[in-house]
């Protein structure tokens, strides 16, 4: 006769040092999962106790004195069910990103991480030192080994849990998103599986952090590599799986969700960052510019389905280049989404500048000057608005415009986060095309109208840059994999194309330091993973440079 065993994850939000907040959550989830769900076992992501990645919170006193005390709360609520939970071991002068299993209000082990990611977004050899040794704990007679994130992506970790006579493997992780990042963790547990013929149990969270996204996708592996539950992405739930230990180890089978398009993986990312980085900060709401444009409208309707309509303000600024269209459009936009509107013309502040400065312009053609002067009196205006009421500015570029500089400091670039900043402006398109599938909400003539800043007469983006289709995937091929411009040129790219538009990238490098934090949904956004000097002489060669 089977005897079942029952697992629950907790995949859920951990705040970024909210310790307090956290240790209620994990005590909270305890009981409930012990005494509704009559669950043997209840697993928390990684480092849950303190939130992924508190970065050099993890430097401090105080922060250890805290945590250690949130573990002693845990402990004191662990009867009669097993406790797998992440979070930062301090001891001897030394940090470990740990995982502790409480049983009946003690901690059998703790577990040290033994592999330490230091590559892309992750710099864990700054706090951590690495674990070495393994952690088996018996429930209802089945060994479970466990073993934190970057750990399974290394054969050793799971190897030796087996050796110290594990029969389950249980990973606990905070991985952030990007949008391949769901199929390389199922290729990696399933050459774990493969390796070791252990079902695996990955556990996840979710919630935005800063530039980070947790998607959640916690999952159970059997020992033939067949996914037999899957929690789904971007929603907190408890995640029940159901194990019969006799006569064989086996888990239960559950329907599986329908995997994500990119499209649709990347809307509810950017969703889920906008909605904890407002509400994790403390913001009333958000405000952005509305231009009639594809970027600040795919912006207000992740705003608004992020926040709900009440709490997003959207502001038109036209200037003497504005269009009808334009302005139509955006209130088209708006009222379909039900937002509060403002229309604040810069026209006066745009002539009070030229008037000002007409002495010192005089006999100076116009240039990009006189545009730039338009995007800063509506970041002005933008930001005076944020001032007053507490709303945080939204900015609108993309990772188009980003790379290659087309943005303007002090302007559109004034705000407090930037929704689309890793995303390409291809991309944008796709995401505004999905986003109507759900329920029409961008009017196509956004969508189907040429792109333009409209700060001076009949202005295109393509005037001054080539058309999106080519400069998008130039810049893949230069700032997220590293290619050369000889390399990129060999693949059918017109030499003088490449050639401008890497020196327009490498260039602006100081206007993204300078730039609002975004989102990170591709393997190589801006800030933390491409961190490129200001100041440099360095320079892609072609055949035409020496």
């Not at 500015?393 to 943005?407: A, H, I, Q």
Request: hydrophobic share 40%; charged share 20%; glycine share 6%.
């Amino acid at each position: 006769m089977a005897e079942n065993l029952r697992i629950v994850v907790a995949q859920f939000n951990f705040w970024i040092g909210d310790i307090s907040g956290n240790t209620q959550k994990i005590i909270h989830s305890i009981t409930k999962a012990r005494d509704e769900l009559k669950a043997d076992i209840i697993v928390f992501p990684e480092l849950a106790v303190c939130g992924y990645p508190p970065e050099d919170l993890l430097l401090r006193p105080d922060f250890h004195q805290q945590t250690t005390q949130a573990l002693q709360k845990i402990k004191a609520h662990s009867q009669g069910i097993d406790v797998v939970v992440g979070h930062s071991d301090h001891q001897n002068n030394n940090t470990y990103n740990a995982a502790s299993v409480i049983h009946n209000k003690t901690i059998l082990f703790t577990y040290h991480k033994q592999y330490l990611p230091n590559y892309g977004v992750f710099d864990e050899k700054r706090y951590f030192k690495p674990g070495s040794t393994p952690g088996v704990f018996t429930c209802k007679g089945v060994n479970f080994g466990v073993v934190i994130c970057e750990d399974l992506w290394h054969p050793e970790p799971v190897a030796q849990a087996k050796k110290a006579g594990a029969q389950f493997i249980i990973c606990i992780n905070a991985s952030p998103l990007d949008i391949n990042k769901s199929h390389e963790r199922e290729q990696i547990l399933r050459q774990r599986v493969q390796e070791n013929n252990l079902p695996i149990l990955y556990a996840h969270g979710v919630g935005g952090q800063d530039d980070l996204v947790f998607d959640g996708g916690s999952l159970a592996m059997d020992a033939q590599q067949t996914i037999c539950a899957h929690a789904g992405y971007y929603e907190e739930k408890f995640f029940t799986i159901d194990v019969a230990t006799k006569p064989n180890l086996s888990i239960a089978k559950t329907p599986l969700p329908l995997p994500l398009s990119i499209e649709a993986n990347v809307y509810q990312a950017l969703v889920l960052s906008v909605r904890d980085y407002v509400e994790k900060n403390g913001f009333p709401g958000v405000l952005l510019g509305l231009s009639g444009g594809i970027d600040s409208a795919l912006t207000l309707a992740i705003a608004v389905d992020a926040l709900g309509k009440d709490r997003v303000h959207g502001v038109l600024l036209p200037s003497r280049y504005t269009s009808q269209l334009s302005i139509d459009l955006a209130n088209i936009q708006a009222n379909t989404l039900g937002i509060k509107t403002s229309n604040i013309s810069i026209e006066p502040s745009f002539s009070a500048f030229l008037a000002s400065l007409a002495s010192e312009f005089s006999g100076l053609a116009p240039n990009q000057t006189e545009e730039n002067i338009q995007a800063r009196c509506r970041g002005v205006i933008l930001m005076a608005l944020s001032n007053k009421t507490g709303k945080m500015v939204l900015t609108t570029g993309n990772k188009s415009e980003m790379s290659v500089g087309y943005s303007t400091l002090y302007g559109d670039m004034a705000g407090g986060f930037d929704v689309l900043k890793d995303v390409f402006k291809t991309l944008v398109y796709r995401l505004a095309t999905y986003r109507n599938s759900i329920s029409p909400v961008i009017p196509h003539g956004i969508i189907d109208r040429p792109p333009s800043a409209e700060l001076a007469p009949n202005q295109k983006d393509e005037d001054s840059l080539p058309p999106y289709s080519v400069l998008d995937q130039i810049l893949a091929l230069y700032v997220e994999q590293d290619l050369s411009a000889e390399e990129i040129i060999a693949m059918g790219f017109n030499k003088e194309t490449v050639c401008r538009i890497i020196t327009l990238i490498d260039r602006n490098e100081y206007k993204r330091r300078q730039a609002a934090i975004g989102p990170r949904i591709s393997n190589r956004a801006f800030d933390r993973e491409r961190r490129y000097p200001i100041t440099s002489k360095y320079q892609t060669k072609t055949s035409s440079t020496p």
